[in-house]
């Protein structure tokens, strides 16, 4: 009989996965749908020297901006990383590398490596930074640039829902590059809300297959940090 994917803990799911120097794609748009527990074992594990792909850093004191707090990684690819002011001091101070991604771009080198498509071209970035020394190419008219997808040794990935199978169902935005991170990831570890007996969902309610999950850890109380709060003043009637 195979070996269940359900984990009692998160520092459990990593145990014997997760070392020094690889790279890790991290689910999560801001501080919606990121792996809170994985991210907070992940921390404690001491693992170091690690490049990790996702969308952006997090904040400060939460989110991926734990492990920059920790100095564990030493290479950051991302799309966006506005909200970190750690992660500015250490890249202004040459104390981590840094390589923006635009952000279509990181989720289709995201999903082309899941699919097994080892590079593609886009347009975009042509003419830009983005394009320095990367292979250029005209079609029908138009320069595209050659990008190459993005292997994970690991992905770490949040979901709503799973079945003891590993299927997956994504809530709403909260979906955003956590298929992609899963589909890039040599092995695929997911932190849900709620894990239900296999054939519960629907086929056609499943967003992301099993096949791509190799772990499951159960967070039923996750904090969902608000990364902004905006609020309207309410005019008196």
Do not use: W
């Not at 907070?40 to 693992?47: F, K, N, Y």
């Not at 920790?70 to 966006?80: G, L």
């Not at 799973?162 to 890039?184: Q, V, W, Y």
């Not at 967003?207 to 996750?222: D, E, T």
């Amino acid at each position: 009989m195979s070996q269940s994917k359900v984990y009692n803990s998160a520092e459990e799911a990593l145990s014997g996965i997760v070392k020094d120097g690889q790279t890790l794609a991290i689910g999560g748009f801001g501080l919606c749908g990121i792996p809170e527990a994985l991210i907070e074992a992940l921390r404690d594990s001491g693992v170091k020297e690690l490049t990790c792909i996702s969308n952006n850093a997090g904040v400060d004191d939460f989110g991926l901006g734990l492990l920059l707090q920790t100095r564990q990684i030493k290479k950051m690819i991302s799309s966006y990383v506005g909200e970190n002011k750690e992660f500015e001091r250490q890249y202004l101070a040459g104390e981590l590398e840094v390589e923006l991604t635009p952000q279509g771009t990181l989720a289709e080198k995201l999903r082309s490596a899941g699919a097994g498509i080892p590079a593609f071209y886009t347009a975009t970035g042509v003419g830009t930074l983005v394009a320095e020394g990367k292979e250029t190419r005209d079609f029908d008219g138009r320069t595209y640039v050659l990008e190459h997808s993005l292997r994970a040794d690991v992905a770490l990935i949040k979901a709503q829902k799973a079945d003891k199978a590993g299927n997956l169902i994504f809530n709403k935005t909260a979906r955003n590059f956590n298929p992609d991170c899963a589909m890039a990831g040599k092995i695929t570890i997911v932190e849900v809300e709620e894990i239900v007996e296999t054939g519960t969902f629907d086929p056609d309610e499943v967003h992301l297959p099993g096949i791509f999950v190799q772990r499951i850890v159960l967070n039923a109380s996750p904090e969902k940090r608000i990364e902004k709060t905006t609020t309207k003043a309410v005019e008196n009637a």
